[in-house]
């Protein structure tokens, strides 16, 4: 799966973006998808997936009641609706996606096989 993430930008303190990311290939449909992040300085981590079905979602804790991930296969696409943003959101946010079979709770960057370029958020205070 080839992915595209877009939608970045630059931010106030409370604002919001929907960052989306575009996909092809066949296999998309089958795939579980997810959202990272990388600050500066920082590790990649996680921060949202999606099953393949749509109907099972996973946050890490604080992004919970803030962020929401959706996809529409029909359309090859997963969104990631940011709300209440924090400064401490700023980061690169990359989608990725894996094989249905794996767990959406498993968080572990290495468990995806594919790559979107990323997109930059920043929040200012």
């Known amino acids: 799966v080839q992915l595209q993430a877009s939608g970045g930008g630059l931010v106030q303190a409370g604002g919001s973006l929907r960052l989306s990311c575009a996909a092809s290939?066949?296999?998309?449909?089958?795939?579980?998808m997810g959202w990272f992040r990388q600050a500066p300085g920082k590790e990649r981590e996680f921060v949202a997936a999606?099953?393949?079905?749509?109907?099972?979602?996973y946050y890490t804790d604080p992004v919970k009641g803030r962020f929401t991930i959706a996809r529409d296969n029909a359309k090859n696409m997963v969104w990631l609706q940011m709300n209440s943003l924090q400064p401490e959101d700023t980061a690169i946010y990359y989608c990725a996606g894996k094989p249905g079979g794996r767990a959406i709770t498993d968080t572990t960057p290495a468990t995806y096989n594919d790559w979107g370029q990323g997109t930059q958020v920043t929040v200012s205070s």
């Open positions: 999606i099953s393949w079905t749509g109907t099972a979602t």
């Open positions: 290939g066949r296999t998309f449909a089958y795939s579980n």
